[in-house]
């Protein structure tokens, strides 16, 4: 019953913060981006016993996924800290997916087009990054689009569809805040990040309820 509160919270919360967004509310966007990655993770956490080792490393990308919103939202810059403390939260994620799946070289047809995916993105987005922060941010960017990759070519290793449903919509989420940032501006940029990366983290969290 409690996990249903949750579930019905964090719908309320992250539709709050939709409002907040249209509104220009910025009190409030402050409070319910990471408040409603607090209720998602205390989703996952409702069942981290039963999920073991797995369900630990993915509470740690929850939680690390969080320092990385509270990081792009302040007022000041720190992309690079937000993108740092993301690239961590899928090397947890993507751990998890190894530990519990293994056979990372199983589905060569996926990890083949995932990796020309990745490679014309990062070519469309190369001069913008290299205008936007030199030689640092094109390492920083093509290491983070190497391991959302990784993450994402492993969801599909799992066989889970929820899994995989999480991790494609994460990647449209950074996808498009990246296109955003070093492509080209998006008018309703905002509300297609976060409905994307609520979902993707909310079924990530729901992930763990696999191993009951």
Avoid at 15 to 35: D, F, N, Q, R
Avoid at 157 to 165: C, E, H, R
């Amino acid at each position: 019953m409690f996990t249903i509160l949750l579930f019905m919270c964090v719908f309320a919360s992250a539709a709050s913060y939709m409002a907040a967004i249209y509104y220009k509310k910025e009190t409030w966007i402050y409070v319910l981006k990471p408040g409603t990655m607090l209720l998602i993770i205390g989703i996952a956490c409702m069942n981290l016993n039963g999920a073991g080792v797995f369900g630990i490393l993915v509470v740690c990308g929850l939680l690390f996924s969080l320092a990385g919103d509270v990081f792009l939202m302040l007022p000041a810059d720190r992309f690079l800290q937000g993108l740092i403390t993301f690239f961590i939260a899928h090397v947890l994620y993507t751990a998890a997916f190894i530990f519990e799946w293994g056979d990372v070289e199983s589905h060569s047809l996926i990890w083949v087009v995932l990796i020309l995916i990745a490679f014309l993105f990062f070519r469309l987005l190369f001069k913008g990054v290299k205008e936007k922060g030199g030689t640092a941010m094109i390492a920083a960017v093509s290491l983070y689009i190497t391991v959302i990759t990784m993450m994402t070519g492993m969801s599909f290793i799992s066989g889970q569809v929820l899994i995989i449903a999480a991790a494609l919509f994460f990647y449209l989420s950074d996808a498009v805040l990246a296109w955003d940032r070093f492509r080209r501006s998006l008018k309703y940029r905002d509300y297609m990040v976060m409905s994307t990366y609520f979902l993707a983290q909310l079924l990530f969290a729901v992930s763990v309820y696999l191993f009951n």
